[in-house]
């Protein structure tokens, strides 16, 4: 079990990314806080209201959570999965009963 804690990659920290909405991209920038394999933190889109995250997880390279919004006066969740590689993660998320988005790159703000 230590092991395996040992080799799960800390994403504590600022990362960034651009996600791309048919001709509006726009950036999206992650504050992340890890703990063993739980992972919290917020999520503050163009709007400028971070937002935070639930569930989440690191298990080795692989990272998960969601993000819950309210979308002018309809519940949203967006889930999000991703691959830690070194100081970038590609993500993707899908939104619950809504379109999938299509997979962003997140870099670490250094």
């Known amino acids: 079990i230590f092991a ?4 799960a990659a800390d994403i504590s920290g600022n990362w ?4 791309q909405m048919g001709d509006n991209p726009f ?7 890890q703990d063993a394999e739980k992972l ?3 999520v ?6 971070p937002l935070p995250i639930n569930d989440g997880k690191v298990v080795g390279d692989k990272v ?4 819950k919004v309210d979308m002018g006066g309809t519940p949203a969740k967006f889930s999000s999965e991703g691959v830690i590689k ?7 998320t899908k ?6 988005f299509p997979p962003m790159t997140l870099k670490r703000v250094k």
């Open 40 to 42: 919290t933190g917020t």
């Open 95 to 100: 939104s619950e009963g809504g379109p999938d």
């Open 44 to 49: 503050t889109g163009p709007q400028g209201d």
């Open 27 to 33: 950036t999206l920038t992650y504050a992340f806080k």
């Open 4 to 7: 395996a804690a040992a080799l």
């Open 64 to 67: 998960s959570f969601n993000v």
């Open 16 to 19: 960034s990314g651009t996600m």
């Open 86 to 92: 070194g100081d970038e993660i590609s993500l993707t």
